[in-house]
């Protein structure tokens, strides 16, 4: 389910209580928000929490739009972009260098199988309920349509979290219609997110099947690009920034046993009255 990031925040927000004592709304785990680095960044620090970023597919030898067959290598780095919406905000670029000087093979590529090249966040969720992931999504205007957000709570093998997001060209997710340029997820029900020391997030490519508004034919085994058609095969990428994965604190053994404590002494007193 997709949200904007203020409403994440009230559904995130803990539903027990207990004599009174409400649970604390949604925590930030881990966060990353980028500053300029020195490129390349292939794996940036988290600002906040622990966790580890990585992007996917960026290494590789495929074929590219002028037949270029050099192979490529991740050459990730943080970039500022610039929207009438949002203003200059730095963001973590996606993409490869080819190894020959002067070639465009910049390692986004339609002969990628579908799920193999994006970025991935694995984030230990221990102590943790209602987990929820959100992030600030821009595409180019050659940057591929179709994003798949993937969980894992293995870090081995990813599921499908709902339909595709279509890319905004030149902008983040949503455009200008949108209030601010954040997706906000709420995994609370998916089994094993809490409490997970594996848990991960796969922001992939995907190409676009019959039910998409960009859907390029049955017989086109390209991916599409953001501003329409086909993606080129040999320019543009996404990037990201404002990643957050969030969580409600389990309380602490010992405040558990307290708070039943508490509870049972109530209850005595009320009994005796």
């Known amino acids: 389910m997709i949200q904007s990031r203020k409403a994440f925040g009230m559904i995130a927000a803990a539903a027990f209580s207990v004599f009174g004592v409400r649970a604390a709304s949604a925590t930030v785990i881990t966060n990353w928000s980028f500053t300029a680095t020195v490129a390349p960044d292939n794996s940036p620090t988290p600002s906040t929490g622990a966790g580890t970023a990585t992007s996917l597919g960026m290494t590789n030898s495929y074929t590219y739009a002028g037949g270029e067959t050099t192979p490529t290598t991740t050459n990730d780095d943080i970039t500022s972009v610039t929207t009438s919406a949002f203003g200059a905000q730095d963001t973590w670029r996606i993409r490869g260098a080819n190894n020959k000087s002067g070639k465009p093979g910049n390692g986004w590529n339609n002969s990628a199988p579908d799920y193999t090249q994006g970025a991935e966040f694995a984030v230990d969720t221990t102590g943790f309920t209602n987990i929820g992931f959100s992030f600030d999504w821009f595409a180019t205007n050659q940057g591929i349509a179709n994003m798949q957000v993937r969980y894992s709570t293995d870090g081995v093998i990813f599921t499908n979290l709902g339909t595709d997001l279509i890319a905004t060209p030149n902008d983040y997710y ?27 997030i796969e922001l992939v490519s995907v190409r676009p099947v019959a039910s998409d508004p960009n859907f390029l034919g049955a017989g086109d085994t390209n991916y599409a690009g953001a501003s329409g058609g086909d993606y080129n095969n040999s320019s543009g990428n996404w990037s990201f920034n404002n990643i957050s994965v969030t969580g409600t604190a389990v309380p602490e053994p010992a405040s558990a046993s307290l708070l039943g404590l508490a509870g049972l002494g109530l209850l005595r007193r009320r009994r005796g009255n």
Do not use: C, V
């Open 174 to 200: 949503g455009g200008a219609s949108a209030t601010e340029p954040n997706i906000s997820l709420d995994l609370s029900s998916i089994p094993g997110a809490s409490n997970d020391p594996t848990f991960a």
